[in-house]
């Protein structure tokens, strides 16, 4: 799809990478321009997750691109990124605003050497604004933006995602901020910048319960135990069996009756879901303990009550339909060896995008990008020698 687009890669950690990745699993020629120690995401690893070394937060944001390591505070190394942006369609970055400036690569300096460039700034809280300094990270920006708020019992301390779902989404919002300004360009010729923000995607991620209060005022209180959410009416949520957890949505006070009987489900009507919310949560916890989750799976079934299992990581994988939809892939990485990753999330014609490479070693494609730029072998060498770029890079050793 995008055969011919040529990206520029200047970000680490999580919310650039991640965008970077979506526009390279379509076949843009992404090139990850990196330190010669490597980008941050290669020395760290949640979980402590390395394999032979490898890190697997890198592997899992940055495959299908290559990696150009360069060190940008020589003169020669930015003549090098200014021959590239010349013939480049995007850059990406997710530095801290004013970096990019300092280098010598803002928005302004790079759109009057190539107008047709799309430049993607990925930030914590935006460009310009009180919050400049603050750091920009998921767990920040789940706690300020409100999310934090939302789930959870009530008296218990915030409860954050266990996930990092702003970084994820900010990365789907950049890419299609690209994606929109490569479009538009086909018309005009000519270039944009494109901003997203973790602040801005973690309100957009609450844009049903945030618009209800900013209309109607405060959500309801969070409910104990704690219910899925703090606008739907009840039942809402996971629920205990006598032997586990099943999850119940949207369902209707009728249907309440015909699963779990007469008594007390009987006296409510579908209003008294939403004025009564937590009576009738109550009445569901209780109700829900007389069977187990296989049992209940089955009534539920009979009565047509939205129902789901609540699964821990060893069933998802598991999953038949995660199985038949092709989300988790095997790639074969030349240092790690076999690797369990997600696989691009769209289906193009019944297929998701092949993953034409492993995520790249430090300065692998270092030569091979300069030779495409039109330096020979002597003045590469001459580049390696003054330690501008780095080639191949050894495999990183274990963290500590």
Same mark, same amino acid.
């Given at each position: 799809?995008?055969?011919?687009?040529?990206?520029?890669?200047?970000?680490?950690?999580?919310?650039?990478?991640?965008?970077?990745?979506?526009?390279?699993?379509?076949?843009?020629?992404?090139?990850?321009?990196?330190?010669?120690?490597?980008?941050?995401?290669?020395?760290?690893?949640?979980?402590?997750?390395?394999?032979?070394?490898?890190?697997?937060?890198?592997?899992?944001?940055?495959?299908?691109?290559?990696?150009?390591?360069?060190?940008?505070?020589?003169?020669?190394?930015?003549?090098?990124?200014?021959?590239?942006? &010349?013939?480049?369609?995007?850059?990406?970055?997710?530095?801290?605003?004013?970096?990019?400036?300092?280098?010598?690569?803002?928005?302004?300096?790079?759109?009057?050497?190539?107008?047709?460039?799309?430049? @993607?700034?990925?930030?914590?809280?935006?460009?310009?604004?009180?919050?400049?300094?603050?750091?920009?990270?998921?767990?920040?920006?789940? @706690?300020?933006?409100?999310?934090?708020?939302?789930?959870?019992?009530?008296?218990?301390?915030?409860?954050?995602?266990?996930?990092?779902?702003?970084?994820?989404?900010?990365?789907?919002?950049?890419?299609?901020?690209?994606?929109?300004?490569?479009?538009?360009?086909?018309?005009?010729?000519?270039?944009?910048?494109?901003?997203?923000?973790?602040?801005?995607?973690?309100?957009?991620?609450?844009?049903?319960?945030?618009?209800?209060?900013?209309?109607?005022?405060?959500?309801?209180?969070?409910?104990?135990?704690?219910?899925?959410?703090?606008?739907?009416?009840?039942?809402?949520?996971?629920? &205990?069996?006598?032997?586990?957890?099943?999850?119940?949505?949207?369902?209707?006070?009728?249907?309440?009756?015909?699963?779990?009987?007469?008594?007390?489900?009987? &006296?409510?009507?579908?209003?008294?879901?939403?004025?009564?919310?937590?009576?009738?949560?109550?009445?569901? @916890? %209780?109700?829900?303990?007389?069977?187990?989750?296989?049992?209940?799976?089955?009534?539920?079934?009979?009565?047509?009550?939205?129902?789901?299992?609540?699964?821990?990581?060893?069933?998802?994988?598991?999953?038949?339909?995660?199985?038949?939809?092709?989300?988790?892939?095997?790639?074969?990485?030349?240092?790690?060896?076999?690797?369990?990753?997600?696989?691009?999330?769209?289906?193009?014609?019944?297929?998701?995008?092949?993953?034409?490479?492993?995520?790249?070693?430090?300065?692998?494609?270092?030569?091979?990008?300069?030779?495409?730029?039109?330096?020979?072998?002597?003045?590469?060498?001459?580049?390696?020698?003054?330690?501008?770029?780095?080639?191949? %890079?050894?495999?990183?050793?274990?963290?500590?």
């Amino acid at each position: 799809m995008f055969n011919g687009v040529k990206v520029l890669s200047f970000t680490h950690f999580l919310q650039g990478p991640a965008a970077v990745q979506m526009l390279a699993d379509l076949g843009a020629d992404v090139i990850k321009i990196e330190p010669p120690k490597g980008a941050f995401e290669r020395h760290w690893a949640g979980f402590d997750s390395f394999i032979e070394g490898v890190s697997v937060f890198f592997m899992l944001g940055n495959r299908n691109q290559r990696s150009l390591s360069i060190d940008l505070r020589t003169d020669a190394a930015k003549e090098i990124v200014l021959r590239m942006v &010349r013939e480049a369609d995007v850059l990406i970055e997710n530095y801290r605003p004013g970096v990019m400036k300092r280098l010598g690569f803002d928005y302004e300096t790079l759109k009057a050497i190539n107008p047709r460039l799309i430049y @993607c700034s990925c930030t914590g809280y935006g460009s310009d604004g009180p919050y400049l300094e603050r750091p920009g990270q998921d767990l920040l920006l789940q @706690c300020m933006s409100g999310l934090a708020m939302l789930s959870g019992e009530d008296g218990a301390p915030p409860t954050p995602v266990g996930s990092a779902i702003v970084d994820q989404h900010a990365a789907m919002l950049a890419a299609f901020g690209v994606v929109a300004a490569m479009y538009e360009r086909e018309k005009t010729g000519k270039g944009k910048l494109i901003e997203s923000n973790l602040l801005n995607a973690a309100l957009d991620l609450q844009i049903e319960p945030l618009t209800y209060y900013l209309n109607k005022g405060p959500l309801w209180k969070r409910s104990s135990p704690g219910m899925g959410s703090r606008f739907h009416p009840a039942p809402y949520g996971a629920y &205990r069996t006598s032997d586990g957890w099943i999850a119940i949505s949207l369902t209707s006070a009728d249907k309440l009756v015909k699963a779990f009987g007469a008594e007390p489900f009987a &006296r409510y009507t579908d209003r008294d879901q939403i004025d009564k919310r937590d009576e009738v949560h109550q009445a569901v @916890c %209780a109700a829900m303990l007389r069977r187990t989750t296989a049992e209940w799976e089955a009534v539920f079934k009979e009565c047509d009550v939205w129902n789901a299992p609540v699964n821990d990581y060893d069933a998802v994988e598991r999953d038949p339909q995660v199985a038949f939809n092709g989300m988790i892939m095997d790639v074969e990485h030349p240092v790690a060896g076999d690797v369990k990753l997600l696989s691009h999330p769209v289906r193009y014609d019944g297929k998701a995008p092949e993953v034409t490479r492993a995520p790249p070693r430090v300065g692998e494609h270092s030569r091979e990008v300069l030779a495409e730029l039109g330096y020979g072998p002597a003045e590469i060498d001459a580049l390696v020698n003054a330690k501008v770029i780095k080639p191949m %890079a050894e495999p990183l050793a274990r963290a500590a």
